[in-house]
Structures are given as structure tokens and as C-alpha cells.
T-cell receptor
Framework: QVQLQESGPGLVKPSGTLSLTCAVS?????????WSWVRQSPGKGLEWIGE???????NYNPSLKRRVTISADKSKNQFSLKLSSVTAADTAVYYC????????????WGQGTLATVSS | QTVVTQEPSFSVSPGGTVTLTCGFS?????????PSWYQQTPGQAPRTVIY???FRSSGVPDRFSGSIVDNKAALTITGAQADDESDYYC??????????FGGGTKLTVL
């Protein structure tokens, strides 16, 4: 299984853009996975944000689609999340994860990174 | 509205058996939803337990099993142990590249 590591600013101002990166190791981003983002607001459940395939195809949660962009950088073996127009409701632990295209499940997870929206 | 439903909480005695369920507000859960289950303890990333209805993820004890029961996905723990006390989330594939988590079940072992 691959290893995943999130990175990015822990503090974002309201109305700004949250940007996170997930470094993939132990495997290539050119593999048969959907590279995904999942978040968890404090004390709440898991929420699927969206995913990208190495060829560039994306899928997004309809409730976030208007504000989300997921991209991939094959040269760096990493993928990224941008969430625009953030509010306090976007404060959460953000996980990157690898989603199997064969069995439709998350088989590898990053440790998660807390992003706080505050002025 | 809630699409994927789970019991908010459940309790089991050590050594007991518990079945957590995962329903779909608009119909039956089937194998075509490829139900998967994730275990999460506070401050930790989720850990994959079951995928594609009944396959155990690597390293998961065989006291964990998955199935479809009464049109819902089910996670059964047989012989519950103290370290099974966690939050459990199911995930259903809805088609069209969309996946949805359930709200999670907080399992207490006491």
C-alpha cells in the first residue's frame, strides 16, 4: 500500500482559499487509484470531498463542487486540494486517501492535517 | 437530507457480538454499492476494516465480518474486545463517481 502525507497552512482567513498537498510515496500516482480528499469537522463524521485520477479526470461532492478544485502533479507524485471562499464551517481535519478503482474503497490514508478558518 | 444512515451509538459487552448497519434513504443497499467500513479512534486517521461488502482489509482480525442483512450493509463484530471501542463509518458508492459516508456509529465496549 502507498503512504500519503498531507501538508499545507494550518490557518486560513475567512473568504480565502484553503490549499493542501498530499505527497504519495511507495507507489506512483500513475497507478489505478482515485486520489481523494476527505474531511472531518471537529466532533463530526467523515465527508468525502472529491477525487482525481492520474489522467486528470475528477469527481466532486455536489455540495462542495462549486468551491473545490483537485489537481495532480505527476512529476512530483503528489496531488492537491483547493477550497475557495472558506468559512468557519470549513474548519476540519483534512485527509488525503487512495481509493481503489476496482473495489470502490479507501485502502490507504494520510494521517490528516487540521485546517482552521479564522481571522 | 440524510442519505446513508447508521445507528448513532451502540453498546456491546466484552466477548459479545454486535452488528452495526448501514442503510440507504432511497432504497436498499446492495453489493453494487460496494459497502466498505472504517474504524476510527479519537485523534487517529480512519482504518479500513471491510471493503466490497465482506472482504477484510489486511491485518483486520477475523472477528470482523461484513454482509448485507435486511437490505442494509452490516458490520458484525463477534467476540468484541475493549480495543474495538471506536467510531465506525460506512461508505457507499452511489455511481457516477460519487461516494457517501454514513454519519458514523460510536461503539462502546463495556
Amino acid at each position: 500500500q502507498v503512504q500519503l502525507q498531507e501538508s499545507g497552512p494550518g490557518l486560513v482567513k475567512p473568504s480565502g482559499t484553503l490549499s493542501l498537498t498530499c505527497a504519495v510515496s511507495g507507489g506512483s500516482i500513475d497507478s489505478n487509484n482515485w486520489w481523494s480528499w476527505v474531511r472531518q469537522s471537529p466532533g463530526k463524521g467523515l465527508e468525502w470531498i472529491g477525487e482525481i485520477y492520474y489522467s486528470g479526470g475528477t469527481n466532486y461532492n455536489p455540495s462542495l463542487k462549486r468551491r473545490v478544485t483537485i489537481s495532480a502533479d505527476k512529476s512530483k507524485n503528489q496531488f492537491s486540494l483547493k477550497l475557495s471562499s472558506v468559512t468557519a464551517a470549513d474548519t476540519a481535519v483534512y485527509y488525503c486517501a487512495a481509493y481503489s478503482t476496482t473495489w470502490y474503497y479507501f485502502h490507504s490514508w494520510g494521517q490528516g492535517t487540521l485546517a482552521t478558518v479564522s481571522s | 437530507q440524510t442519505v446513508v444512515t447508521q445507528e448513532p451509538s451502540f453498546s456491546v459487552s466484552p466477548g459479545g457480538t454486535v452488528t452495526l448497519t448501514c442503510g440507504f434513504s432511497f432504497g436498499s443497499v446492495s453489493t453494487s454499492h460496494y459497502p466498505s467500513w472504517y474504524q476510527q479512534t479519537p485523534g487517529q486517521a480512519p482504518r479500513t476494516v471491510i471493503y466490497s461488502t465482506h472482504f477484510r482489509s489486511s491485518g483486520v482480525p477475523d472477528r470482523f465480518s461484513g454482509s448485507i442483512v435486511d437490505n442494509k450493509a452490516a458490520l458484525t463484530i463477534t467476540g468484541a474486545q475493549a480495543d474495538d471501542e471506536s467510531d465506525y463509518y460506512c461508505l457507499l458508492y452511489m455511481g457516477g463517481g460519487i461516494s457517501v459516508f454514513g454519519g458514523g456509529t460510536k461503539l462502546t465496549v463495556l
